[in-house]
Structures are given as C-alpha cells and as structure tokens.
C-alpha cells in the first residue's frame, strides 16, 4: 500500500466514525426498547384464549434490527449486539424484582418469545457471517 492509499482508508473510517457509532448504539437501545413493548403485549388475550401476538413481533424486529446493525458494521459480533442486548433484558425480565414480582410467567408464553426472538434472528446472522459459497 503506499501513502495516499493509505490516507484514503483512514479518511474514509474517520468519516463513518462518530455518526454510525451513535446508530449502532441506537440499534442497541432499540433491541432493549422492543424487548420491553413485547414483554408487556405477551399476555394478550382474546376471549379466554392467549394470543402472544408479540412473540411473532420479536421475531420480525430482532432480524429487522440485526440488518440495521449490517449497515453499521461488518463483524459478526457486533452485529449481534441488539440480539446480545435483547437476551440480557430478557434475562434481567424473567428474574423476580424486589418486591417479588416476575413480568415473565411460568407458562408457554415465555420460552416462545424466547425462541422466537433468538431462532429467527441467530438464523439470518449465522447466514450473514457464513455466506453459501458456489
């Protein structure tokens, strides 16, 4: 490489750095901010019967919010950065609080906002980081 090429590259990263910086953090904060709307819309019901709409919503975000972070960045880990931070709001969400209260239940709603808000998601990001070669 000589050093105007080089010049280029890091006038091109220099150029990208503190704005996509903040839209990654952004991305980030969403995963946390759809992890709290799904939470709260998982015990819908019609009628008697549970309807956990927001466990098909969990799936179509997660993906949307990993392809978001492909614009940002490149790396696989860092593309799963919402879908890391989506899991740790779960986590801290199916612990009990300190009045003893639990958002998530002991009842099939939870394991299936669970996998469908990993499986969708861990699915387009193992085909993201592994592209099929002819």
């Given amino acids: 490489m000589t050093a105007a090429s080089i010049d280029r590259v890091r006038g091109a ?3 990208r750095g503190p704005a996509w910086s903040v839209l990654g953090a952004v991305l980030v904060l969403d995963g946390l901010l759809s992890l709290a709307l799904e939470v709260l819309y998982l015990p819908t019901y019609v009628g008697s ?3 956990p709409i927001s466990a098909g919503v969990a799936a179509v975000v997660n993906v949307a919010l990993i392809a978001g972070m492909g614009v940002v960045v490149t790396r696989p880990a860092a593309l799963s ?17 300190p009045g003893g209260d ?9 394991p299936l906002l669970l996998a469908c808000g990993l499986v969708p ?6 085909r993201r980081a592994f592209p099929a070669r002819p």
């Avoid at 998601?121 to 193992?126: E, K, P, R, S, T």
Wanted: proline content about 5%; aromatic content about 16%; overall charge negative.
């Fill in 121 to 126: 998601a861990g699915f387009y990001l193992f």
């Fill in 81 to 97: 950065l919402p879908l890391v931070a989506w899991l740790l709001g779960f986590l801290i969400c199916s612990t009990a609080g």
């Fill in 13 to 15: 990263d220099q150029a």
């Fill in 49 to 51: 019967t549970p309807v």
């Fill in 102 to 110: 639990v958002m998530l239940t002991d009842d099939w709603t939870s």
